[in-house]
Structure formats: structure tokens, C-alpha cells
């Protein structure tokens, strides 16, 4: 069982950054992939970016790529998404997931452990 807890949300202007962070329990944090997803409102969830087991392997989906940056500690038992160059469209209640088994995946379905979520929201 792992339990997930999201924090580092909030209201932030256009072309500014966050950072999530999502703190896991658990002695096996290690052995999960990670991934973020976010749902806006009238939308469904959807995937963000994911990160590996050992935190060597990252994949984001295209309209974040140079913008965020997935990163783990697995001695902390933390999962981060620094967000930069923020845009409106971002705004979303931004959740981690957790995937026994290592590799990354990028459906919901795919993934065992959910958090509560955190709302990121970005002023034009």
C-alpha cells in the first residue's frame, strides 16, 4: 500500500514557476514508476509526465517538454514537478500516481496509487 500526498499548488501569473512535490509512504517507493496527470475543469485527466524506478528514464507529453521537469528522491520518498514558463492552459488540479513495477506509463488505468491532488492555477 502506498499512500500519496501532493502539496506545492497555487496561483501563479503567467510565465511564472511551481514546484510540486508528492510525498509517498512506504518502504517500496523505489520499485514504483512515478507520473503527474492533471484535470481541468469539464476535462478529463490527463498525463503530465512520469519518471522511472531509478529516476533514469523521464517522458513528458509534448505541450510541457522544455517547460517541466519530473525529478525524484528516493531517499526522501518524493516525487517533484518543477513547473516553468507556466501558461494559463496549465491551470488544473495536479495529481501524482504511483505504478508498482518500475517503467513508465502514461494512462490512468495503468497506474495502482492516487493522490488527493493539488490546484495549480495561472492568472493571464
Known amino acids: 500500500q502506498v499512500q500519496l500526498v501532493e502539496s506545492g499548488g497555487g496561483l501563479v501569473q503567467a510565465g511564472g514557476s511551481l514546484r510540486l512535490s508528492c510525498a509517498a509512504s512506504g518502504r517500496t517507493f523505489s520499485s514504483y514508476a512515478m507520473g503527474w496527470f492533471r484535470q481541468a475543469p469539464g476535462k478529463e485527466r490527463e498525463f503530465v509526465a512520469a519518471i522511472s524506478w531509478s529516476g533514469g528514464s523521464t517522458y513528458y507529453t509534448d505541450s510541457v517538454k522544455g517547460r517541466f521537469t519530473i525529478s525524484r528522491d528516493n531517499a526522501r520518498n518524493t516525487v517533484y514537478l518543477q513547473m516553468n514558463s507556466l501558461k494559463p492552459e496549465d491551470t488544473a488540479v495536479y495529481y501524482c500516481?504511483?505504478?508498482?513495477?518500475?517503467?513508465?506509463?502514461?494512462?490512468?488505468?495503468?497506474?495502482?496509487?492516487w493522490g488527493q491532488g493539488t490546484q495549480v492555477t495561472v492568472s493571464s
Open positions: 500516481a504511483a505504478r508498482a513495477g518500475g517503467a513508465i506509463v502514461v494512462h490512468t488505468y495503468e497506474y495502482d496509487y
